[in-house]
């Protein structure tokens, strides 16, 4: 089964906008962490909320976690053109720390 | 700010060639990982390593992988006899402990093309 399966796949938007991001997940989890890849390039971490919370702001990033439907969002407000990368949820179970990432959303941000 | 670092940026190998993938951890971290992402598909998991020794693997982490902690601050992914399949993105990733709330930090990866 897969782990961390974001969606929309692919999404367009206008700089100013909101961009939200959806993550579902199937086991029981200890926190969920949401990163950042710009093309070809290394992760960069944004933003980790644990299993006992429900939401969590970082900057213009808003992350909610629903652990009944085993889903969380990633809320980006305001975006801009240096937004564009693709956003990976990747969740955190069990006695070892290893991540299970999602397929990712392509975000791009339009001037 | 420290980050993790991770050497060379980009390697072209033949098949059947062994490489060895290196990774300079945060230095106070105890906890390390490789994944590798093939182009267009999602990061995969392979090891997690501490104490000097694998806590986890997983399936694609066969008999021709190894990693290594050889000096206390370098971390290598060993890939004996390289196949076409093996070409992807490899990331570093560190971590200082296994809390709840820990973060992993990652290198900006390896690119590794098998020809």
């Known amino acids: 089964s897969q782990q961390g399966e974001e969606d929309p796949q692919a999404l367009s938007i206008q700089e100013g906008e909101n961009a939200t991001m959806n993550c579902s997940y199937k086991?029981?989890?200890?926190?969920l962490q949401w990163y950042r890849q710009n093309s070809g390039r290394g992760l960069v971490h944004l933003i980790l909320?644990?299993?006992?919370?429900r939401e969590k702001h970082s900057g213009r990033l808003r992350v909610t976690l629903d652990t009944s439907k085993k889903s969380s969002s990633l809320l980006i407000t305001a975006s801009r053109a240096a937004d564009t990368a693709s956003y990976f949820c990747a969740t955190v179970s069990g006695g070892y720390n290893k991540l299970i990432f999602g397929a990712g959303t392509r975000l791009a941000v339009h001037p | 700010e420290p980050e993790v670092t991770q050497t060379p940026s980009h390697q072209v190998t033949q098949m059947g060639q062994e490489v060895i993938l290196r990774c300079v951890p945060i230095s106070n971290h105890l906890y390390f990982y490789w994944y590798r992402q093939i182009l267009g598909q999602k990061v995969e998991f392979l090891v997690s390593f501490y104490n000097n020794e694998i806590s986890e693997k997983s399936e694609i982490f066969d008999d021709q992988f190894s990693v290594e902690r050889p000096d206390g601050s370098n971390f290598t992914l060993k890939i004996r006899s390289t196949k076409l399949e093996d070409s992807a993105m490899y990331f570093c990733a560190s971590e200082k402990s296994r809390s709840r709330d820990t973060e992993a930090f990652f290198g900006q990866g390896t690119r590794l093309t098998v020809v």
């Open positions: 086991t029981s989890i200890n926190n």
């Open positions: 909320i644990r299993s006992n919370e």
